[in-house]
């Protein structure tokens, strides 16, 4: 892997019919895609668990893919979608109620989130090509996946090797850290009506 700064996972732009996703459209896939790239978030954590049969803690990579929204049947309409793709996933409450400034306009919000490994691959590939901001971010964190998952297993009574501590796991993380941080100030942008947004670098690619 090259270093944290010069990472450039390939971008895949050209839709494509995915006919053995049980069932799913493209149609389907794009507007999920749609959906990620404006209501999601794709996190990527190092968390601490306990390892081995004395109570010992060790780090693990866990990445998530959740979306959130006030409106259900929005929920509804990718839950179908994870479904057909096999998905396992869960529902949370975002409660306004557990805010004591909260003002009188806010409303619930429902997330539905994918949590496994496995099944964030099955996600992200399904939804790659048609992804656009937020591509460049789920390539990277399909290819840590990837690599998190070509390590050594690590059972429940050996100490195993801890992959987090590695430089390329540390790459990836600073990868990602650094693609969310991306931002392109309004100021440097080119706004003329009627003609695509522009700013510097932005066809670099």
């Known amino acids: 892997m090259q ?26 896939l794009g507007w999920l895609a749609g959906i990620i790239d404006g209501e999601g978030n794709l996190q990527a954590t190092v968390q601490a668990k306990k390892c081995g049969s004395k109570g010992g803690r060790q780090n ?11 409106d259900v049947r929005m929920i509804r309409r990718v839950s179908e979608i994870y479904v057909k793709l096999g998905l396992v996933f869960f529902y949370a409450i975002n409660s306004v109620k557990r805010y004591k400034n909260r003002k009188s306009t806010w ?40 690599w998190v998952q070509s390590r050594p297993r690590r059972g429940r009574h050996s100490k195993g090797v801890n992959y987090t501590e590695e430089r390329e796991f540390q790459e990836y993380i ?13 100021e440097t942008t080119v706004r003329i009506a009627s003609t695509v947004l522009h700013w510097p670098g932005c066809d670099a690619k």
């Open 174 to 186: 600073v990868a990602m850290a650094s693609e969310r941080e991306f931002h392109i100030e309004p």
């Open 60 to 70: 693990y990579f866990q990445p998530k893919i959740r979306i959130t929204n006030t």
């Open 3 to 28: 270093s944290a700064f010069e990472f450039d996972p390939p971008i895949v732009l050209t839709p494509h019919p995915a006919p053995s996703l049980s069932g799913v459209t493209s149609a389907e």
């Open 107 to 146: 409303r619930n919000q429902m997330e539905i989130t994918v949590a496994s490994k496995i099944h964030i691959v099955t996600l992200l590939e399904a939804v790659m090509p048609y992804l656009v901001n937020k591509q460049r971010y789920a390539s990277i964190m399909l290819e840590a996946t990837f």
